[in-house]
């Protein structure tokens, strides 16, 4: 399984960017947007269900990011908006078998990562 992250770039505080991943199209399956920020460990962001589109959030990004899927064309989105310079970070996109959660080693397959920068 091959994933492909995409969007990220420079915007100002309070800009919008979306990331695109084109996905497998497998189901029963959820997929994550994790982001590293330099210094920092990798952490996750959200995350849906590729069936029902149930969708999970960090506190830290709730009311601000969406995480979206579109089953016909086999992408998962995050529209993030109101971005903010913490938000800074390479945001990669993963995929597991079963249910979403949060815990970086459950994801088996990542993508390789697209770098958003958001100046203060």
């Known amino acids: 399984v091959q994933l492909q992250a995409s969007g990220g770039g420079l915007v100002q505080a309070g800009g919008s960017l979306r990331l695109s991943c084109a996905g497998s199209?497998?189901?029963?399956?959820?997929m994550a947007w994790f982001r590293q920020a330099p210094g920092k460990q990798r952490e996750f962001v959200a995350g849906?269900?590729?069936?029902?589109?149930?969708?999970v959030y960090a506190d830290s990004v709730k009311g601000r990011f969406t995480i979206s899927r579109d089953k016909a064309k086999r992408m998962v989105y995050l529209q993030m908006n109101s971005l903010k310079a913490e938000d800074t970070a390479v945001y990669y996109c993963a995929d597991r078998n079963g249910d979403i959660t949060t815990r970086i080693s459950e994801y088996r397959y990542w993508g390789q990562g697209t770098l958003v920068t958001v100046s203060s």
């Open positions: 199209g497998r189901t029963n399956y959820a």
């Open positions: 849906i269900t590729w069936n029902w589109g149930t969708t």
